[in-house]
């Protein structure tokens, strides 16, 4: 871990993890807000729940677009500077979608929010193992992760209210009013500095053995994911009649399940990353047939949608274990690459998943994901256990989260 260039001018661990947490929260609020608001976004903008979708595709892909070419930038300019610059042109990004005229107004908008979300996820992990004191690096590099969380607890769901009270205008104002705000607290961390570094880039992390294993692993949970929760919200409000308000209940549901996971993570590491991974797997496509047999119950939906958080925080978990364990003294870059797949994820999976959604509704879209998710389980299967029983087990990690 690169040893921080200390400094009385530097805020307060306590800030610095208090600002890394809320950024992430904003970003994956941004990220996962439009399902729950498509209904209403649609309305006002004279579009499909397919063409509002496009919105988080537009996202999705500038965000993909930063990590392969702005990400870089903190290396030579340092994280904070580069996370400043970043929480400014969020705010600019969240405005204009606040203001969007129409649907390519928020197209576009997304994208350029999508840019700055690329700069500043690298941007806030590289500075949570800077400020992280000796011996206490997982604790804090994990509680600034706990942001998704957040994000899906109180962001999405607080803002499905918010827009059925207030219009969903007032949602990307908000949000752009918070980035705001973490900008002008963020000025100390412009100041932390690594003493030493040793910079990779994404073209040696791509020849790492075992790199694109991962990756594919990392495409079909991530695109499995997103191919279904885009259209959740769709299909609770036009497929159940139900408000705006009551479809940001399930990513409430889904996050407390993220959340309650924790409780389960050290029985990962007793199973190990090897034994652990094809069965949880399996039960995350368990997970998603159920959902498509209660897909008619509201109730039901939101339970399942709890269990739905608490396995794919697992499989997320197993999944960063596995990338991080290939190569250490690259895990920027591969954590780089990650976020690359992911995001092409969130790009791909509104057009995926509108083309099953038209004919067969959510539970076409939860039957490609249970596909998706049952390869990955064949193929961890073979993958993992074709390593060599004397490789050394992955270093624990903190809750995963979409990164």
Not at 78 to 96: E, H
Not at 129 to 135: S, V
Not at 272 to 287: E, K, N, Q, S
Not at 364 to 375: E, F, H, K, Y
Request: contains cysteine.
């Amino acid at each position: 871990m690169p040893l921080l260039n200390t400094n009385a001018s530097h805020p307060a661990l306590w800030q610095s993890v208090l600002i890394l947490m809320s950024a992430i929260g904003i970003i994956g609020s941004n990220s996962l807000l439009l399902s729950p608001l498509v209904l209403a976004v649609g309305a006002d903008l004279a579009a499909s729940p397919a063409g509002v979708m496009q919105a988080a595709s537009s996202y999705g892909l500038g965000v993909a677009a930063a990590a392969l070419t702005l990400a870089p930038l903190g290396d030579r300019i340092g994280a904070g500077r580069l996370l400043r610059l970043a929480l400014l042109a969020l705010t600019a990004g969240l405005t204009a979608s606040a203001a969007a005229p129409n649907l390519w107004g928020l197209i576009l908008a997304q994208g350029f929010c999508g840019l700055a979300g690329g700069a500043a996820l690298p941007s806030i992990y590289s500075l949570a193992a800077l400020i992280a004191p000796k011996g206490r690096e997982a604790r804090t590099v994990g509680l600034v992760l706990t942001g998704w969380t957040l994000s899906m607890v109180l962001g999405v769901s607080l803002s499905a209210w918010v827009a059925d009270l207030a219009g969903w205008r007032l949602v990307y104002l908000a949000l752009a009013t918070l980035a705001a705000v973490l900008w002008l607290s963020s000025a100390g961390l412009a100041r932390i500095k690594a003493m030493h570094s040793q910079p990779s880039s994404l073209l040696t992390a791509l020849r790492v053995p075992g790199i694109k294993r991962g990756l594919l692993a990392a495409s079909l949970l991530m695109l499995g994911f997103y191919i279904s929760y885009f259209f959740t919200g769709a299909h609770i409000t036009l497929g159940l009649g139900r408000s705006t308000a009551e479809a940001g209940l399930l990513p409430l549901f889904y996050g407390i399940g993220f959340g309650l996971a924790v409780l389960f993570d050290p029985l990962l590491d007793k199973l190990g990353l090897t034994r652990a991974t094809p069965p949880i797997f399996v039960l995350i496509t368990l997970t998603y047939l159920g959902m498509g047999a209660v897909a008619d119950s509201y109730g039901l939906l939101l339970a399942m949608s709890l269990i739905w958080g608490i396995f794919q925080h697992l499989g997320l978990n197993l999944l960063v274990a596995r990338l991080t364990a290939l190569d250490p003294s690259q895990r920027g870059a591969i954590m780089g690459l990650y976020s690359t797949v992911t995001y092409l994820c969130v790009f791909a999976a509104p057009f995926a998943g509108g083309l099953v959604f038209a004919p067969w509704g959510l539970l076409g879209c939860l039957a490609v994901s249970a596909g998706l998710c049952l390869l990955e389980a064949f193929e961890a299967a073979i993958s993992l256990r074709s390593k060599p029983a004397s490789e050394p087990r992955p270093d624990p990690v903190s809750p995963g989260a979409p990164v």
